[in-house]
């Protein structure tokens, strides 16, 4: 893999192979106890940490916000003008492009910057789709919606991992995604907020989505960087 990928392997890594070949590819604990204490000690040294906790925060809520506005759009899809079936369709197959275009902004542009311009362009869209009185217009701005936080949900997926310490990396995305579904289970209930005024619903969208985004501006970027192995790591990628 890291021959077709042209990476460099570090000692330490071809050396755990070695012990692993030695093993015969046998389930070995390689670490033990010793890697418990460091896991648990990388946990506590982020929760007393403000930068890092403040950094988990903004990642929390984004997670929330774009499952939130990505489910919620799809939902939302039906309310539109025209046939119901063929808009859902299009808000479908919108998606497509919405995942290449992720790859191409975070290459081109970094994590940050692609995500805050696919972020706040979904937040400007939903907020203009739902005073939109023009049936074409307002598909046309829901659609770009929907491609807009494809994308940066992609992005914030990627860029979550590549903010936090090896040690701990599992764990914490773990803990983004959670609060991913919580965003998702409560889409649903956004569109019966029209009841009371129509344009409500894309409101709520479009500014949970701008608040994301500025928020986002906090972040480091990690196009091109090292991926932090220890909190001291995650720590200087904001100097």
Same mark, same amino acid.
């Given at each position: ?7 460099? /392997? ?11 070949? /030695? ?13 418990? *204490? ?13 930068? /890092? ?56 542009? *970094? ?5 805050? *311009? ?64 919580? *965003? ?56």
């Amino acid at each position: 893999a890291a021959k077709v990928n042209k990476a460099k /392997l570090s000692k330490k890594s071809l050396e755990l192979f070695e012990e692993l070949e /030695l093993n015969d590819g046998k389930n070995v604990n390689l670490h033990g106890d010793e890697t418990k *204490g460091q896991i648990l000690d990388a946990v506590l040294r982020m929760m007393k940490s403000k930068v /890092l906790m403040f950094r988990m925060l903004i990642l929390l809520y984004n997670f929330a916000i774009n499952a939130l506005v990505y489910f919620g759009l799809s939902i939302n899809s039906v309310s539109l003008s025209g046939n119901k079936f063929s808009n859902f369709i299009l808000v479908s197959l919108v998606e497509l492009p919405g995942y290449w275009l992720s790859y191409f902004v975070m290459e081109k542009f *970094g994590r940050v910057s692609g995500y805050l *311009g696919s972020i706040l362009l979904c937040g400007v869209t939903c907020i203009l789709c739902g005073y939109a009185n023009d049936p074409w217009l307002q598909t046309g701005l829901f659609l770009i919606g929907k491609l807009a936080i494809t994308c940066s949900i992609t992005i914030v997926f990627i860029h979550a991992a590549e903010l936090m310490p090896t040690i701990i990396r599992s764990m914490c995305c773990a803990l983004c995604y959670t609060m991913s579904r919580i *965003g998702a289970l409560l889409s649903p209930f956004v569109p019966y907020l029209g009841k009371y005024y129509k344009p409500l619903p894309y409101i709520v969208f479009g500014v949970t989505a701008l608040v994301g985004g500025v928020s986002y501006l906090y972040l480091p970027e990690t196009l091109n960087k090292r991926l932090p192995n220890s909190v001291d790591d995650a720590l200087e990628m904001n100097e």
